[in-house]
């Protein structure tokens, strides 16, 4: 929870890591990748938040729960697994790392799982098994992930679908969706989303989360949500800009608040690429500048509530304080967690 | 353009390559390569030129990448004085591919062999067209009358970065036709002009902050902070 000016937000994280990339658990690949992750922290952070390279690749767990919990706000914060095994070795953050440390906190965290429709019927075991020994109702999917010889998978094909009619039938109806430089072929453009126009059409009762907005394509994101209300965008990469480039991020907000309206922007830390409590605190006092209203109006209260976590606690079931809601009416457009596990 | 990382002096023949760099875009921001500092440093030896480029990341997408080194080494390619041409992609995790696909001349799908299914022509194209309604929209956004023809549009670069994507698409660029037509060359119809130039300023956007992500990483990654 945080409080600003007499005014109380319930927090939810939507997109946090505990990562392993240690100098022996990565290839170069690996060591590639974090340091495009460092990249991104030492670029985008406020200059107090930027950790030395080394804890960068493997902080603690206490280093966690403080900055999430005990500086941080967050009420809840949701763990999505990124495996990358072909990047390191051990993966990169697992659920069965997540579900013990979530275990050790109780309350804290949301446990998602993942799915690479590559694994064919083995991995579709391994989701009911995962379900029910974690009782997940969410996964994250990377697309670009390296696989062998493979550089990735849409979430149009075929294999694709059936692990999806899976997430409906176990009543998984969370589908964190992150975009990524390669995807087989590599002569199309690895980042398009069109993909997931495709799987939202094709169920209509799972929320499609698609993260960062669809960086680094904003405007084929905002075209297929305007299209698909189980489609939402995740702003884990796009909110650090409030701090480095402040007017760019009003633009990138004022457009995804134009398409896709207040219901369906979530906020995410991205953690440890990104520090909670600062993003946290800058939102709540961030303002469209005044030169820019005209096109992109204000946040308002509501606006600010819904996005820091009210729309994460909708689509996770999770029970908000009433002094914490909002206090106008919502569009109500997406997905329910029931929805999926209804008659078909 | 000072060249970024050079102890040489600047001779004819690099100044000539550095203007041929210029002319090259990233086909995903839609800007120089020179303007992005994407190139490192251009040098030359009796007419051998030698250039280095270098990405935000270690893991930018490579078609993008390939597409730029490709199409440096063909803007020095044929400049006078130049004999030999090599372009180089540096800490990247498809430099190989990429620079001895480029330096072999046999295309994006051979260079990556069994993992790509065609050359770049289409990809370039989606995003020439990304680039012409950013473009549009900057011209535009003072002026959304249907009827406006592009010799009623006073010069500037505004028009000028227009007109150069308009003719890279194949649209007709003389004075009588019409500035607001799609990338596929059809008029916008008057009722959709609002609504046509909304949605091009969300790719303008678009296209705006990822250029900065990119020159933020790129000035983190190079510690480059002036």
């Known amino acids: 929870m945080y409080e600003k000016d007499g005014i109380s937000y319930y927090i939810v994280d939507g997109h946090v890591h505990f990562w392993n990339a240690a100098a022996d658990n990565r290839n170069r690949f690996g060591e590639g990748f974090i340091e495009c992750f460092y990249g991104y922290h030492s670029s985008l952070s406020p200059a107090e938040w930027v950790w030395a390279k080394d804890k960068f690749d493997r902080y603690t767990e206490q280093d966690m729960i403080h900055d999430l919990f005990e500086v941080g706000y967050a009420d809840k914060a949701i763990f999505q697994p990124t495996y990358l095994k072909d990047f390191f070795p051990a993966g990169f953050n697992t659920i069965e790392q997540n579900a013990e440390i979530a275990a050790r906190h109780p309350d804290r965290f949301i446990v998602n799982g993942a799915f690479d429709p590559r694994d064919g019927e083995l991995g579709l075991r391994q989701l009911e098994e995962d379900h029910r020994r974690h009782g997940i109702t969410g996964v994250k999917l990377y697309t670009a992930e390296w696989k062998g010889s493979s550089r ?14 899976k997430c409906q039938e176990l009543g998984i109806t969370n589908i964190h969706v992150h975009k990524g430089p390669t995807i087989w072929p590599l002569d199309r453009d690895a980042f398009d989303v069109k993909d997931v126009d495709v799987a939202a059409t094709e169920f209509p009762g799972l929320n499609f989360i698609v993260e960062h907005c669809g960086l680094p ?24 800009f409030i701090h480095s480039r402040p007017r760019y991020f009003a633009k990138v907000i004022g ?47 509501d606006v600010k509530r819904k996005i820091l976590g009210l729309n994460a606690a909708r689509l996770y079931d999770l029970k908000v304080p009433d002094e914490m809601r909002a206090t106008g009416s919502g569009s109500g457009t997406v997905a329910s967690p029931e929805a999926a596990v209804g008659p078909a | 353009m000072t060249p970024v990382g050079t102890a040489r002096p600047v001779t004819d023949v690099t100044a000539a390559v550095w203007a041929a760099l210029g002319t090259v875009r990233d086909p995903e921001l839609d800007r120089p390569i020179t303007d992005l500092k994407f190139v490192s440093e251009v ?54 591919e990429i620079n001895n696909g480029v330096a072999a001349g046999e295309g994006f799908e051979a260079a990556f062999d069994g993992l790509a299914a065609g050359e770049l022509g289409g990809l370039r194209r989606v995003f020439l067209r990304k680039g012409y309604l950013a473009a549009q929209e900057r011209l535009c956004s003072a002026l959304a009358e249907p009827d406006v023809r592009l010799g009623d549009v006073p010069d500037s670069p505004v028009k000028e970065a227009f007109l150069l994507r308009r ?60």
């Open chain 1, 152 to 165: 990735g998978y849409k979430l149009s094909d075929a294999s694709t679908l059936h692990y999806l009619e």
């Open chain 1, 217 to 240: 394509r904003l405007e084929d994101f905002c075209w297929i949500a305007t299209q698909e209300p189980n489609v939402l965008g995740g702003l884990a990469v796009a909110i650090p």
């Open chain 1, 255 to 301: 457009e995804l608040l134009f398409w896709l309206g207040e219901d369906r922007i979530t906020f995410a830390s991205d953690y440890a690429i990104w520090q909670p409590k600062w993003l946290v605190e800058k939102f709540v006092d961030f303002q469209i500048p005044e030169d820019m209203q005209g096109e992109y109006g204000q946040l308002t209260t």
């Open chain 2, 43 to 96: 040098s030359a030896e009796d007419g051998h030129v030698r250039v280095r480029l270098r990405l935000p990341t270690y893991f930018c997408a490579p078609n993008f990448a390939y597409l730029m080194v490709d199409d440096a080494r063909q803007a020095i390619t044929g400049l006078s004085a130049v004999t030999g041409v090599e372009v180089v992609l540096e800490d990247h995790f498809a430099s190989d």
């Open chain 2, 167 to 226: 003719a890279e698409l194949g649209l007709d660029c003389t004075p009588d036709a019409y500035v607001l037509t799609d990338p596929d060359g059809t008029r916008v119809p008057a009722g959709r002009v609002a609504p046509y130039l909304r949605f091009a300023r969300t790719v303008r956007v678009s296209l705006e902050s990822n250029e900065e992500y990119c020159r933020g990483l790129l000035r983190t990654r190079y510690k480059e902070y002036t």
